[in-house]
């Protein structure tokens, strides 16, 4: 059994591990940081020779003590919902909630953190406090992104009582909840439905096979882009030279791996076994796509995006409550969501052909090793 090691005497095995980060910024010494390993997710890794031995990271890693759920929770709301600014709608990858939760947090001198692009189009957390900057974090990127010192960073603003909205995974929302050790009324904590997150090696060398044929640099990536409409999405990729990519859900290669016939390729081992899951959370918002929606007050075309929020606490149904006059929404049953997205309940499960693809991406280039899966099923 492969493990990791947080603490002299403490480990996790390292499937469990969600690379959430809340270790490395719990460390007071620095000696926790996190290191690729050979599928080029990111991994605790401890300097012995500079830890004191104090246990944080292994008190704030949300593997070893999950946040608890409060007792009394109740059943979450459920609606469909969207952004009634179309522009936003369209540029987002669901019905543009979130984009309408930053906007009411920044308007009370708040912070928003969730995930961006940096210049080498890797993903990793960020914090704003300007709606200029929203379009940062809009959209979701399907690579794990890097939690860096986000929760410290948090933590500062909390500690000066301006609000804040955290956005991340399920395992994200968990590890700063126990980085934070105490709650703080001045945090939303919103996470998503979850299917997994990808490995940066995989996706770096997407990006390489795309640039080799298009003799270009990228400039922009847009996953889930709407082109086709949001149930028929594409991913988008604009090139330095202006050149466009469009790949369908079915056949870009990226998403193939990811999605299509339950491959999950290249998804981080600690996802097929998420222990983050489920309807009540210890968050205040979940959000994610609300497929299969058949809507009941509005004959609005759906194909432009529905997001689907489930609100777990009063504070969820507070700030749900000031965004409503920019948004169209209906409430909905549980029971119309679930069939339609079962990464709610259920983790999508490490395929068989994994390790094939694993063996030959150390040979090949990842759209030939795509090429060969999708034609002859190795
Ligand atoms: C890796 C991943 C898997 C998902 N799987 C599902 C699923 O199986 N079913 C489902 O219904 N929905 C899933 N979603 C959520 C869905 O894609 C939308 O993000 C969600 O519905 C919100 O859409 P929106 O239009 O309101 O906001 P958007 O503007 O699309 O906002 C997306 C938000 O997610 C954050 N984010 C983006 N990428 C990442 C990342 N890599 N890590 C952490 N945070 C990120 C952004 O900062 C932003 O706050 C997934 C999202 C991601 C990132």
Known sequence: MEVIVTQTVEYIEKSRCTGCGACVNACPGGSVTM?????????????????????????????INPPTIPENQEA???????????????????????????????????YVAGARYNDRHLVEHAMIDRSEDIALLR???????????????????????????????????????????????????????????NSPMVYLKYLDDLESEYGSRIKLVWFKNKTFGWNRFCTKIIFEDGQEYLG????????????????NLYMRPSCGQCEFKGVKRPVDITLGDFWGIRLRESSDDTDCGVSMLMLHSERGQKVFD??????????????????????????????????????NMLNDRFTDVMENMKTTGE
């Open 76 to 110: 979450p709301q459920v609606y469909a919902a969207w952004t009634i600014d179309e522009e936003t709608r369209y540029n987002s990858t669901s019905g543009g909630i979130f984009t309408e939760l930053a906007k009411a947090v920044l308007q009370q001198n708040g």
């Open 35 to 63: 290191k690729a390993d050979e599928e080029g997710f990111p991994y605790p890794s401890v300097d012995s020779s500079a830890c004191n031995n104090c246990g944080n990271c292994v008190t704030c890693c949300p593997v």
């Open 139 to 197: 959209q979701s990127k399907y690579v794990q992104s890097e939690t860096k010192d986000i929760y410290r960073q948090i933590e500062a603003v909390l500690k000066k009582g301006n609000p804040v909205l955290f956005v991340g995974t399920p395992c994200q929302c968990a590890g700063l909840k126990v980085f934070l050790q105490k709650p703080y009324d001045n945090l939303i904590l919103c996470d998503f439905i979850c299917r997994g997150v």
């Open 322 to 359: 000031r965004i409503k006059p920019y948004l169209h929404y209906e409430k909905h049953m549980l029971a119309e969501l679930v069939p339609f997205n079962t990464c709610l309940l259920n983790c999508a499960k490490q395929s068989e052909m994994r390790d094939i693809f694993w063996k």
């Open 248 to 263: 369908g859900r079915d056949t870009d290669p990226f998403m193939f791996g990811y999605i299509k016939k339950d491959l």
